[in-house]
């Protein structure tokens, strides 16, 4: 009995070893998107999380948390176990506006979390429903100088690079839009199309089917260059605002505390997807163009536009309690 006892004992120690000693990942990875279903930001999540678990028989599962401009769903990964079996996919939005805009925010980007892996970046751009009376932004430009403050636009949340987008223009045109808040990209695209709001500023992935559809009518993109994806539409530089350059980009995040060879072997998956070119299609179909880097390059540039937006959003007067 004694020995029976013994050898149970060992072969359940040598279980929980092999266990131990399997290679990352063992179980599902939660992929957190701080948006709700049917934005730009969830599109792009669900397109790398099952291109990840088929490429390599890896779980990788979508969990959306939206609210706040992003920023629910950020600070819940941040207090994630550093295991690497929590991810979160971060933006310009919720990592490099909204510390300057919030006063309380319960994270902060640059030491509660580390860069993995860039993912694409896109243009902002300004829309409105086809049946509008706006067919150019200098008609925008001009019935919010006939009358202020009466024009509206809808934004994915208080805090988004696309809400400040619009702030940023209202002080280049030297205008004042009317800034409508929503809980994500969905239910502003739905006001814009039923004509409640007189413009939606979004990113591309969220709302280039609709302009495809012609149920959207596309004024300028933000960036500085047209978008390869709908290279027609205008920029709002070359329409008049010289420099004008909004731009947003995408990557995943892991808490602060991920094993250094947790966030390299992700990164490596990552960057040799985002490398095929099944992978770049379906990122370009989406509005956004992929961009991979080294988790030194990603931490790098979010260090970098973290500083830089702390100007951008003190100059818009933005601000949000």
């Known amino acids: 009995m004694f020995k029976k006892i013994i050898t149970a004992s060992l072969m359940a120690l040598a279980l929980v070893t092999a266990a131990q000693a399997q290679p990352y990942p063992n179980k599902p990875i939660r992929l957190v998107i701080p948006f709700p279903p049917g934005g730009g930001t969830d599109i792009l999540s669900r397109l790398v999380a099952q291109k990840l678990t088929e490429a390599n028989k890896w779980n990788v599962v979508p969990d959306n948390r939206g609210g706040a401009g992003g920023t629910i769903g950020i600070a819940e990964a941040a207090r994630a176990a550093p295991t690497g079996y929590d991810m979160v996919m971060g933006q310009k939005d919720n990592l490099v506006v909204a510390p300057w805009l919030y006063k309380n925010l319960s994270y902060d980007p640059t030491k509660d979390l580390v860069a993995v892996a860039h993912v694409a970046y896109t243009p902002v751009v300004i829309v409105t429903g086809v049946q509008s009376r706006f067919k150019t932004l200098a008609d925008v430009v001009a019935a919010a100088k006939g009358k202020p403050d009466t024009v509206t636009y809808g934004s994915p949340g208080n805090g988004t690079t696309i809400h400040l987008a619009g702030e940023i223009f209202n002080t280049a045109a030297g205008i004042k839009l009317r800034h409508i808040p929503y809980k994500g990209s969905n239910p502003a695209m739905m006001d814009v199309l039923a004509g409640n709001v007189d413009l939606m500023v979004s990113s591309l992935p969220s709302a280039i089917s609709q302009i495809k559809a012609g149920k959207l009518r ?66 370009h179909a989406q509005g956004a163009e992929v961009l991979n880097m080294t988790p030194d390059q990603f931490s790098n540039l979010l260090k970098t536009d973290y500083v830089k937006w702390k100007d951008i959003v003190k100059a818009s007067g933005a601000t949000i309690e």
């Open 218 to 283: 596309a004024l300028a993109v933000t960036s500085a260059k047209r978008s390869t994806s709908m290279p027609d539409i205008p920029t709002v530089a070359e329409l008049g605002y010289k420099d004008f350059d909004v731009s947003t980009w995408y990557g995943l995040f892991m808490p602060a505390g991920t094993p250094k060879e947790i966030v390299t072997t992700m990164n490596a998956e990552v960057n040799k997807l985002l490398a095929t070119n099944d992978m770049k299609a379906a990122v």
